[in-house]
C-alpha cells in the first residue's frame, strides 16, 4: 500500500493529461501579456465565473494579498473571520506589505460570520478609525470544518457590502469544492460579489497556481500589484497549462473526495476515544477531536506514519486530514483499519 497522504489537498501531484499538456503548451511572455495559454486560462476562468477578466498568480496567498492590496489603500481596513487563512496564515501579508488592518469577527463552525455583526463593524467616518475598505469571505472555509458558504449567506453580505459601498472579496481556494457540495455552480455563488480567488494546486491537482477574477478595471490593478511583489511570471503557460486541463477535468474528481471524507468521518467516529462533527462534513476536510484518551496528537501521527498515513495534528485535541485526488478508497480502508487498531490497543 503506497502511503495514504492526508496532510492537505496541497499534495496533489499533476495527472498524466496535464503533463502532457504542458510539455505541448504555446508559450510567450506573459509579464507582455503574450502568453496564449495563460491568456486561454484567463479567459476561460473568467467566463466561469461571470467575471470580466481574471489574472493567473503563483499562489493562493498571492491571490489573497493582490486582491486585498487592489481594494484597500494603506491604513484602511478588512473585515474578516478569525479564522480566515487571510489572517491566520497568510504571514501578516495584508498588514506587511499593503499597510491594511484586519477586523476580524467571530467565524461561527460553519464558516460564516453574523451578518449583524459585519454591519455593526463597519465603521463611522469618524477620524479616530481606520476606514472600513473591504469584506472578506472564505469560501470552502478550510479551519471551519471545510464548510461550504451558501449563495444565500452571500448575497447577504453581498447586500451590506453595497448597503455601505464595500467591495466583497472571496478566498474561494476551495470554492469548487463548495460549488460541488452544494450541487451548484462557482459562478452562482459568486456572480454579486467584486472578486473571488481560487486555486489551480489544491483538489484539482495542479503544480501551481492561483487565479483571481473580477471586473477588468480591478484586474488590471492587481497585474500591476502581482508585478510589484515579484510576481509577474514569462513563459508561465506550462502552469496556465494544467490549469486548463484541471477546470476540464478535475472539477468532477471532487465528488469523490467528498465522498471518501464522508466515509473516513464516519468510520473515525465510531472509533472509541476518537470524534468528528459529522454534521458539518461537506467537503473534503475533516478534523478529528481525541476524546477520553491519554494519547495526545503528535503521538497519534507518529504512529500512523509508520503505518504509512500521514495526516497533521492541528491543536492540542485535534487532527486535521484533507482527502484529495492521491487518496482512493482502499487509502481510507486502510486509514480506518490502522487507526482501529491504534485505538483499540492504546485505550
Ligand atoms: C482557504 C485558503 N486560502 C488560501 C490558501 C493559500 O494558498 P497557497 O498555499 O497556495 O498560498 C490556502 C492554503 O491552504 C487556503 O486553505
Keep these: 500500500m503506497n502511503t495514504v497522504d492526508l ?4 499534495v496533489t501531484l499533476p495527472t ?3 503533463r502532457q499538456a504542458i510539455v505541448s503548451a504555446d508559450l510567450g511572455d506573459d509579464v507582455f501579456e503574450e502568453d496564449p495559454t495563460i491568456n486561454d486560462l484567463e479567459e476561460k476562468a473568467a467566463a466561469l465565473f ?18 486585498v492590496l487592489a481594494h484597500c489603500d ?3 481596513e478588512v473585515i474578516l473571520g478569525d479564522k480566515a487563512h487571510t489572517y491566520m496564515y497568510e504571514a501578516g501579508g495584508i498588514a506587511a506589505f499593503g499597510g491594511v488592518h484586519p477586523r476580524t469577527l467571530k467565524n461561527f463552525d460553519d464558516g460564516t460570520i453574523d451578518p449583524d455583526e459585519i454591519q455593526e463593524a463597519v465603521r463611522p467616518d469618524n477620524v479616530h478609525f481606520p476606514q472600513t475598505a473591504l469584506i472578506g469571505l472564505e469560501n470552502s472555509h478550510n479551519v471551519c470544518h471545510g464548510s461550504p458558504l451558501t449563495k444565500t449567506y452571500i448575497d447577504e453580505i453581498v447586500a451590506i457590502g453595497e448597503e455601505n459601498k464595500l467591495p466583497v472579496h472571496i478566498d474561494g481556494a476551495r470554492i469548487f469544492n463548495a460549488a460541488v457540495a452544494l450541487e451548484t455552480t462557482v459562478k452562482d455563488l459568486t456572480e454579486n460579489v467584486t472578486s473571488v480567488s481560487f486555486c489551480l494546486s489544491k483538489g484539482l491537482s495542479c503544480p501551481v497556481g ?7 478595471k480591478f484586474i488590471a490593478k492587481t497585474r500591476r500589484i502581482r508585478k510589484g511583489l515579484g510576481g509577474g511570471m514569462r ?8 490549469g486548463i486541463v484541471a477546470l476540464d477535468e478535475m472539477i468532477e474528481r471532487l465528488k469523490t473526495d467528498h465522498a471518501n471524507a464522508r466515509r473516513l468521518a464516519e468510520g473515525i467516529d465510531a472509533i472509541d476515544g476518537l470524534m468528528v ?3 458539518l462534513v461537506k467537503t473534503n476536510i475533516v478534523y478529528v477531536e481525541l476524546v477520553n484518551n491519554t494519547r495526545n496528537p503528535d503521538q497519534v501521527v507518529a504512529a500512523m506514519k509508520d503505518k504509512g498515513v500521514k495526516f497533521f495534528a492541528v491543536g492540542p485535541h485535534r ?11 482502499e487509502g481510507i480502508d486502510h486509514t480506518l483499519e490502522e487507526l482501529s487498531l491504534y485505538f483499540a490497543s492504546s485505550s
Design 7 to 10: 496532510r492537505s489537498d496541497t
Design 16 to 18: 498524466d493529461s496535464m
Design 50 to 67: 461571470g467575471k470580466e477578466a481574471a489574472l493567473i498568480v503563483p499562489s493562493g496567498t498571492m491571490a489573497n494579498l493582490v486582491s
Design 74 to 76: 494603506r491604513g484602511t
Design 210 to 216: 492561483s487565479v483571481v477574477c473580477g471586473s477588468a
Design 235 to 242: 513563459q508561465a503557460g506550462v502552469l496556465a497549462a494544467a
Design 277 to 279: 462533527r459529522l454534521d
Design 319 to 329: 487532527l486535521r486530514m484533507v482527502t484529495n485526488s492521491g487518496v482512493e478508497a
